[in-house]
């Protein structure tokens, strides 16, 4: 049976946003499976994940809080930590500012689910996309992250026997991540810096190492962005 025409373009947008949140999805549910799984395991309550992932929705720091909330660790540093891993997204929303919907509800909630993926599937969208759509495909990429959390929770408090080295799945996926990186850049530069920050970290304040190599790669790559831009700058205006 043919569909009438002016059914057709109140459905396609919504296909599309469908068909770009499929691979999130593919990553999201696994992942945030893992977390819950981690979170339980820890001690936690089951609905504690899905709460975390319905209000903090941090990806990679809400990994690192696992272990940190396990250590019995003060909330300080856990908040200098989160901000730290999540400082990118200031960069990341600074290019999206002409894509943001001029509702302050859109633009609040855009701007809290800015994540990785979030990033990656807005800037994909049309010129013309509706705020609807933009703030659409936000949402459904939050959904698949808290049916993740949900399904590991629930799976971590009816297993009694811990599974370790599942704690591994998120470094596997930034060593896939650093690969792909390179393989795109073509450069060990930014794999370098890591592993000095991290090195000097170690040395100098062991106990906070994570965060001080990530603070030390923070401030690595605003200094050699910039070298790299004068030089761009330079390269196209010779006198």
Request: hydrophobic letters at 65%.
């Given at each position: ?10 459905r ?9 949140s ?6 999201y549910?696994?992942?945030g499976?893992?977390?819950?799984f ?12 899905p ?8 990806g ?10 396990a ?9 200098v ?19 943001l ?13 800015l ?42 408090a009816?297993i009694t026997?811990?599974?370790a080295g ?11 991540l ?5 393989r ?5 530069v ?8 991290y090195?000097?970290a ?16 923070v401030?690595a ?13 330079q ?5």
């Open positions: 049976m043919s569909v009438p025409p002016s059914a057709s373009p109140a396609a947008p919504w296909q599309r946003l469908w068909s770009l499929l691979p999130v999805a593919m990553g549910l696994p992942l499976a893992v977390f819950g981690l979170l339980v395991q820890a001690g936690a309550a089951w609905w504690l994940g709460l975390a992932s319905l209000f903090v929705f941090a990679a720091a809400q990994f690192m809080v696992v272990p940190m909330l250590a019995g660790l003060p909330l300080l540093p856990i908040a930590a989160t901000l730290v891993i999540n400082l990118r997204h200031i960069f990341y929303g600074l290019s999206l500012l002409h894509r919907p001029s509702a302050w509800w859109a633009r609040a909630y855009l701007v809290w689910a994540t990785d993926e979030n990033y990656s599937v807005i800037t994909a969208l049309p010129a013309r996309a509706s705020t609807a759509e933009i703030v659409g495909v936000a949402a459904l990429n939050h959904f698949w992250w808290i049916l993740g959390t949900v399904i590991g929770a629930l799976a971590g009816q026997t811990a599974w599942i704690d591994f799945a998120l470094a596997a996926l930034f060593a896939v650093a690969i792909e990186q390179w795109a850049a073509r450069t060990m930014p794999i370098l810096v890591a592993g000095v920050a090195a000097v170690l040395v100098v304040l062991p106990a906070q190492a994570l965060v001080v190599s990530i603070a030390l790669t401030a790559g605003l200094v050699l962005g910039r070298h790299q831009l004068a030089e761009q700058q390269a196209a205006d010779p006198s």
